[in-house]
């Protein structure tokens, strides 16, 4: 185990977080903080309850899974893009890391942004509405699964992009309307027949539904159901890296 | 045996005599005798210099094996190349572009994966044991590839982190120090000049106290001082026990600095040898005799493939082996002041790397064009 390398990419990565705090820290907090003003506190006073829980306070796992499947994926595509770009990939390539060590490298520093990043909307959120959390350590499990699965994907996103359009395409034309799709603003139970079973295909409804589950013991799907979807993504991820370092495939011709 | 078009030590009279045959007309007899011998040498009755026997008495770092390389498209990069680097050496890998020179360091590096064949460095076989064998390279690539917001020291500690060794900040300063970078540890290398970059990849390949050290044209683009900066530092190394490798187009440089040279064209070494033994054997030396009168041709007794009159007719040029005990030199003179020819100055200068390196690429292609027409 080379753990200086793995270290040493960590490391980097963080720093490259806190060299553009402006852009990956208070960009997205600000943005989400927007999400509790508007739905939350203008348009949720003025909604009923959902499930037992106040609008205001059903949109908070929402919102952060929202962001959190966004900053992974951008935090982990940038992560191995960026030096693809600059050619400075060279050097992860010739140096003695496995490419395990290199993907927990890349991806723990970009799941690592990601879950602060979760946790510190969630106190900022604390300004604009009163929420509880049941299930802490569920909460907590969720975060991290579904930042570690994210930047995975991501990862992948990051290797097989050749161009910014390419890096930019998945997040902006899949993920997020999938994100707002998913019930992070509704409950599903809240759309005709037809439309739920629909939304069921829709893999992000099962990481809002588990994260939701961890605040208010409640939720859209089975919170078992939840996890095992999460842990699929996961393992598709895995493979997915795998498969990247096995063949090679645009990082060595 | 080698691989086909390579050319061994055996072989190098042979390319000798035919880049300097047509101009220095040296007698058919030694011609005839070193074909023989070379013919022996193929049949294994005499043993090639760079015979596997021989090279694996010699204390090898880097060991290629029938190397290939064929790309995607189809074209293939590398034809079975067969490499051995001795420890502690400077050995310059020369090629037109597209040769397959940054092919070969690539996959060495792990850059690039090979079609088939094997790398050994200091005996670990790159793939199966790429961590031991990757842990003792340092490379500088061809490209100013730097992360342009980090700063060259945190640079700096990524490289070392990354190939696995623990900090130590005292060995990165004298690193520092010694490219003259200490003043700069702590700008963004996008603020730097473009010789401190390519300083920055140096230091960053030395950060890891490499065994062998690869260097993919590091004075493209340097200004002459700096060039001569990085020729100091290379030989410094060399003494601490690096073993380098540097591919250049600048045959100056290989000349310069080389302990052996390679030739690598279309994907196959042709040629790999002592730069002295490879100066001395293919080095031809030309005598310019400056006239006090123009001549409108050579009389009859002076013509000969190996003289040529300028076209201002003020010079001639005189074409001769140096290594030939008999130069013709002394007879030409005695010629020239037998035709009553004035001979105003002499001056005589051998053949560079460069001319033998053109001369070889020529032939090899000129040997395969005859080939597929026949």
């Known amino acids: 185990m080379n753990f200086y390398g793995v270290k040493a990419i960590y490391q980097a990565e963080m720093a490259r977080m806190l060299r553009t705090t402006l852009q990956s820290v208070a960009s997205p907090v600000v943005s989400t903080s927007l999400y509790f003003i508007v739905f939350g506190a203008a348009i949720g006073s003025r909604m009923t309850e959902v499930d037992g829980v106040s609008y205001g306070a059903f949109i908070i796992p929402g919102l952060i899974m929202l962001m959190l499947l966004n900053e992974s994926i951008s935090n982990a595509s940038f992560g191995i893009y960026m030096p693809k770009f600059t050619g400075t990939i060279y050097e992860v390539l010739s140096a003695p890391v496995s490419p395990l060590e290199i993907v927990v490298g890349y991806v723990g520093a970009a799941a690592t942004k990601s879950v602060l990043l979760g946790l510190l909307v969630l106190i900022t959120a604390r300004l604009f509405v009163s929420y509880e959390i049941q299930h802490p350590v569920w909460m907590l499990g969720f975060l991290i699964l579904t930042a570690v699965t994210f930047s995975l994907f991501g990862f992948v996103i990051g290797v097989w992009a050749d161009g910014f359009e390419k890096l930019q395409i998945i997040p902006l034309m899949i993920v997020t309307p999938l994100a707002f799709l998913g019930g992070s603003f509704y409950s599903i139970t809240m759309l005709p027949p037809f439309w739920q079973t629909v939304t069921l295909f829709n893999p992000v409804v099962y990481l809002i539904s588990g994260f939701r589950w961890s605040f208010y013991g409640a939720a859209d799907v089975h919170i078992g159901v939840s996890l095992g979807m999460t842990l699929v993504f996961l393992s598709i991820c895995l493979a997915l890296v795998w498969w990247i370092f096995r063949t090679g495939y645009k990082l060595k011709p | ?374």
């Open chain 2, 1 to 374: 045996m080698a691989a086909r078009g390579r050319v061994d030590i055996g072989e190098i009279p042979i390319y000798g005599v035919v880049l300097t045959l047509h101009c220095a007309g040296l007698n058919q007899l030694m011609v005839r005798r070193m074909l023989c011998l070379n013919r022996l040498r193929r049949s294994g009755l005499v043993a090639a210099a760079t015979s596997p026997a021989c090279e694996g008495s010699v204390d090898n770092i880097i060991q290629v094996n029938q190397l290939t390389k064929s790309y995607d498209s189809g074209f293939q990069a590398l034809k079975g190349v067969n490499l051995s680097i001795r420890r502690g050496e400077i050995f310059a890998l020369l090629g037109p572009n597209g040769a397959g020179k940054t092919t070969l360091i690539s996959i060495v590096c792990g850059l690039v994966n090979a079609s088939s064949g094997t790398v050994l460095v200091d005996g670990h076989d790159n793939v199966r044991d790429y961590r031991k064998a990757r842990s003792k390279i340092g490379l500088v690539p061809q490209e100013l590839t730097n992360n342009m917001f980090d700063s060259v020291w945190s640079t700096l500690k990524l490289s070392r982190g990354l190939f696995g060794k623990p900090p130590n900040d005292g060995l990165l300063e004298q690193i520092l120090r010694e490219l003259s970078l200490w003043d700069k540890r702590n700008d963004r290398i996008m603020n730097l000049s473009g010789g401190m970059k390519r300083r920055v990849l140096i230091a960053k390949a030395l950060s890891h106290e490499p065994d062998v050290l690869f260097l993919d044209e590091p004075t493209a683009g340097v200004d002459v001082e700096l060039r001569r900066d990085m020729w100091d530092m290379v030989r410094r190394l060399q003494q601490r026990g690096v073993t380098i490798i540097l591919t250049t187009h600048y045959i100056e440089e290989a000349e310069e600095m080389a302990d052996r040279i390679g030739v690598i064209s279309e994907g196959e070494i042709i040629l790999i040898e002592e730069k002295d033994k490879l100066m001395q054997q293919l080095g031809t030396k030309q005598l310019a005799i400056q006239l006090h009168s123009a001549l409108e041709q050579l009389p009859e007794s002076l013509r000969a493939d190996a003289l040529k009159l300028t076209p201002d007719g003020y010079s001639l040029i005189y074409t001769f082996d140096a290594q030939s005990e008999q130069t013709g030199i002394a007879e030409l003179l005695k010629k020239l002041d037998l035709a009553g020819i004035e001979v105003k100055d002499l001056h005589s200068s051998q053949s560079s790397l460069e001319d033998i390196f053109v001369g070889l690429v020529h032939k090899r292609r000129d040997e395969q064009r005859l080939g597929e027409s026949q």
